[in-house]
């Protein structure tokens, strides 16, 4: 079957660095995708990696390794506004998303 | 209309009844998805439509029905509604020709059955 996985909760202070993983298992391999999602909210997209590296958004970098099935969304200078959850998603050999469950990641001042 | 935009935002229903949720997006994407968001599990796709005219099964098709009319309307029906069904539910769309093929949120309709 197809899995994600997602570290459940992570906690961060507000300034510092926090890193959060997804390893994943899929049917065919044709992009990831890390989206923010506030509480009550929708999920928002926030990166895209298809080849594997590093790719940088300001405060937000991604990493996808795809030989180890392994990507990591790395947020910096946390602010008390990151407080969300952070959805990592694959696309598979069908052309469908599949979902991890998300990692809630509460900051704290 | 800026986006996707879905209704109603919330809605409580007797199970056996019938609903539609509506979604109407007015970016001209070719493709539309409905999904369920329940605590504990990622989004778990219930139908998609790739273009006007054609729709698929996703993971949890069963319970629902959708249509693809037009490019921007994508309705998810509940024929007879079961408490399993309580859900929130997003719709998404994305245009293939962006190359990424991102898919973009609606605001989600929260339903419960009792």
């Known amino acids: 079957g197809q899995n994600i996985d997602q570290p459940t909760e992570m906690t961060a202070t507000e300034g510092a660095i926090v890193q959060i993983n997804c390893t994943y298992q899929?049917?065919?391999?044709?992009?990831l995708f890390w989206y923010q999602q506030h509480a009550g909210e929708a999920p928002t997209f926030l990166s895209y990696n298809v080849l594997d590296g590093l790719e940088e958004k300001g405060r937000f970098s991604s990493f996808l390794s795809r030989s180890k099935g392994y990507s990591y969304l790395l947020l910096k200078e946390l602010q008390m506004k990151d407080s969300a959850s952070y959805l990592c998603?694959?696309?598979?050999?069908?052309?469908?998303?599949?979902w991890g469950a998300g990692t809630k990641l509460i900051i704290k001042p | 209309i800026a986006g996707i935009t879905q209704a109603p935002t919330s809605q409580i229903l007797a199970a056996g009844r019938r609903m539609t949720l509506r979604c109407t997006q007015d970016?001209?994407?070719?493709?539309m998805y409905w999904y369920r968001q329940d605590l504990g599990l990622g989004l778990r796709l219930i139908h998609y439509s790739n273009t006007a005219g054609t729709t698929g099964k996703g993971e949890v098709p069963d319970g629902y029905s959708v249509s693809r009319a037009n490019t921007d309307d994508f309705p998810l029906t509940l024929a007879s509604a079961v408490p399993s069904q309580t859900s929130v539910y997003f719709c998404?769309?994305?245009?293939?020709?962006?190359?990424?093929?991102?898919?973009?949120f609606g605001p989600g309709t929260r339903l419960t059955v009792l």
């Open positions: 899929t049917s065919g391999f044709n992009g």
């Open positions: 970016m001209r994407h070719n493709a």
């Open positions: 998603a694959v696309r598979d050999s069908n052309y469908q998303l599949i």
């Open positions: 998404a769309s994305s245009d293939e020709a962006s190359g990424t093929d991102t898919q973009y």
